[in-house]
C-alpha cells in the first residue's frame, strides 16, 4: 500500500464561470443536480486508498468549507485518515496563496507532519474519474521526481493548458503553458499532448523544489508555469497517459471552465447514453445528501395539458414536477415546476420555483430563484441580454436568488 498525502487545490477564483461563482467557489458550483465539482476530486481520492487529504480554498470559500465539513467528515482522525481545510494562514509570509505552487509551499508545515513518501497535488474544477493508486505505482515504476498526467485533446483547445512534448519513453523533453501557439502530437497534426493539472511527487523532491521556487522573485510560483518547466529539463519528469485504467468512461476528462462547457457535460449527464457514469457503484461519487424526501410527479390530465412529467432528465430528492413537463434537463433538490410550465435543455439549482404557465429554455437558474408565472426565459435572447448574462451559446444564466 503507498504512503501518500493529497493536496487538492481549491482557491481558484473561477472567474469564467461568473456568475454562477458570483458567491461561491468554484469547486462548489453544483454540478449533476446534487454534486459539486469537487466531490469529483475527492471521490476519486477515497476510491483509490488515499485517506490523508489536505484541501486549499482561498476565494468565497464558506460554501466550500461548509460543503467539506459536511459531506466529508466521513474518515477516522484516530486512523491518521482526514480531509481538512487549509485556508491561508500566512504561515510563512503575510500573503494569501499567490499560486498554485504557493499554496502547497505555505502548507509545507502540515506535510512535515504527515507520514507520506508521496504527494498527489490534484485540482478541484475537473469531472473525470482517475485511480490515483495506478498513477503512483507508474510513478514508482518509472522511478520519477515527478510524474503529470496528460491527455490528448484538439489543437484547437490546447493553448488553454499546459502542452506537453514527450519522448517514446514518455519522458518529458517540453512543457509550455497556455501557448498563443502549442504544439501539435508528432502524426496527428489536429491533436496536442496537455496536462491535467494532476501530479505524482517524491516528498523530498517537492520540498526542494518548493522552497527554490519561493525564493525566485521572478516566478508567479506555479507549479505549470514555474515548477515544472524548470524540473523537467534537470530531474526525472515523465507523462501518465490518462485513460488506461477503467471503464467505459475512462477517457473522460472536463475542465468546465466556461459557462458553455458546463452546461454542456450537464446535458451529457441527462442524455440517454451519457459519457459520464454516475450509476457505476464500482466507482461511487459520494457528496452531502439532504434530508429532502422522495422526489415525484403529479396531475396527469393529458387532455388540459396539466400533466406532470420529465423525460431525459435528472431528477433529485424533493423536486416536485406539479402538472409541468421537464426534458432534458437536470433539477437539483426542492426544484418545483408548478401547472403548464414547461422546462427545456436547463440546470436548475436548490430550491428554484418555475411558476405557472412558464417556460424555461436553455437557461441555468441558481439556487433560490421563483421564475414568476408565464415568464419565458430562452425564448427572446435580445430581451434576456438586458436583464441577465448569456453565453456566447445562447445560454441564459440566473444569479442566486435574483428576485424576477
Known amino acids: 500500500m503507498h504512503r501518500a498525502?493529497?493536496?487538492?487545490?481549491?482557491?481558484?477564483?473561477?472567474?469564467?464561470?461568473?456568475?454562477?461563482?458570483?458567491?461561491?467557489?468554484?469547486?462548489?458550483?453544483?454540478?449533476?443536480?446534487?454534486?459539486?465539482?469537487?466531490?469529483?476530486?475527492?471521490?476519486?481520492?477515497?476510491?483509490?486508498?488515499?485517506?490523508?487529504?489536505?484541501?486549499?480554498?482561498?476565494?468565497?470559500?464558506?460554501?466550500?468549507?461548509?460543503?467539506?465539513?459536511?459531506?466529508?467528515?466521513?474518515?477516522?482522525?484516530?486512523?491518521?485518515?482526514?480531509?481538512?481545510?487549509?485556508?491561508?494562514?500566512?504561515?510563512?509570509?503575510?500573503?494569501?496563496?499567490?499560486?498554485?505552487?504557493?499554496?502547497?509551499?505555505?502548507?509545507?508545515?502540515?506535510?512535515?507532519?504527515v507520514d507520506a513518501d508521496t504527494v498527489v497535488i490534484l485540482s478541484a474544477d475537473h469531472?473525470?474519474?482517475?485511480?490515483?493508486?495506478?498513477?503512483?505505482?507508474?510513478?514508482?515504476?518509472?522511478?520519477?521526481?515527478?510524474?503529470?498526467?496528460?491527455?490528448?485533446?484538439?489543437?484547437?483547445?490546447?493553448?488553454?493548458?499546459?502542452?506537453?512534448?514527450?519522448?517514446?519513453?514518455?519522458?518529458?523533453?517540453?512543457?509550455?503553458?497556455?501557448?498563443?501557439?502549442?504544439?501539435?502530437?508528432?502524426?496527428s497534426p489536429d491533436r496536442a499532448l496537455i496536462s491535467m493539472g494532476v501530479y505524482v511527487f517524491n516528498r523530498e523532491v517537492l520540498f526542494d523544489m518548493l522552497t527554490k521556487d519561493a525564493a525566485r522573485e521572478d516566478s508567479l510560483h506555479d507549479f505549470a508555469h514555474d515548477v515544472i518547466p524548470y524540473m523537467y529539463p534537470r530531474h526525472n519528469v515523465f507523462i501518465y497517459k490518462f485513460g488506461s485504467g477503467r471503464g467505459s468512461d475512462e477517457n473522460y476528462w472536463r475542465d468546465i471552465g466556461t459557462i458553455d462547457a458546463y452546461w454542456r457535460a450537464n446535458m451529457d449527464l441527462a442524455s440517454v447514453t451519457p459519457e459520464f457514469n454516475l450509476y457505476d457503484n464500482n466507482w461511487p461519487i459520494r457528496t452531502y445528501q439532504g434530508q429532502y424526501p422522495p422526489a415525484k410527479t403529479i396531475f396527469a390530465d393529458e387532455k388540459t395539458g396539466r400533466s406532470g412529467k420529465a423525460l431525459d432528465s435528472i431528477i433529485c430528492g424533493g423536486v416536485i414536477i406539479s402538472g409541468g413537463k421537464v426534458s432534458s434537463s437536470v433539477l437539483s433538490p426542492g426544484v418545483r415546476v408548478n401547472s403548464y410550465a414547461e422546462v427545456t435543455e436547463s440546470i436548475l439549482f436548490h430550491n428554484v420555483v418555475i411558476g405557472m404557465h412558464a417556460k424555461v429554455r436553455r437557461a441555468i437558474i441558481d439556487k433560490g430563484v421563483r421564475v414568476p408565472d408565464g415568464m419565458k426565459i430562452g425564448y427572446d435572447l435580445g430581451k434576456d441580454r438586458k436583464r441577465f448574462y448569456v453565453t456566447e451559446e445562447g445560454i441564459v444564466v440566473i444569479p442566486k436568488s435574483e428576485v424576477l
Request: net charge positive; hydrophobic share 35%.
Open 5 to 113: 498525502v493529497a493536496f487538492v487545490l481549491a482557491g481558484g477564483a473561477g472567474e469564467r464561470l461568473h456568475p454562477l461563482t458570483r458567491d461561491r467557489a468554484k469547486p462548489a458550483v453544483v454540478f449533476g443536480g446534487k454534486y459539486r465539482i469537487i466531490d469529483f476530486t475527492l471521490s476519486n481520492c477515497i476510491n483509490s486508498g488515499i485517506r490523508k487529504i489536505f484541501v486549499l480554498p482561498q476565494y468565497k470559500s464558506y460554501s466550500l468549507t461548509e460543503h467539506i465539513r459536511d459531506a466529508w467528515s466521513i474518515l477516522n482522525p484516530e486512523l491518521g485518515e482526514y480531509v481538512s481545510s487549509l485556508p491561508p494562514q500566512m504561515r510563512v509570509s503575510d500573503e494569501w496563496y499567490r499560486g498554485t505552487a504557493d499554496a502547497v509551499y505555505q502548507n509545507l508545515y502540515h506535510l512535515r507532519q
Open 127 to 187: 469531472i473525470y474519474k482517475m485511480n490515483y493508486s495506478n498513477f503512483i505505482r507508474y510513478h514508482q515504476g518509472k522511478k520519477a521526481d515527478v510524474t503529470v498526467s496528460s491527455i490528448e485533446v484538439d489543437l484547437a483547445d490546447a493553448s488553454r493548458f499546459g502542452v506537453i512534448e514527450a519522448g517514446q519513453d514518455c519522458r518529458i523533453n517540453g512543457f509550455e503553458e497556455k501557448p498563443e501557439n502549442p504544439r501539435s502530437l508528432p502524426g
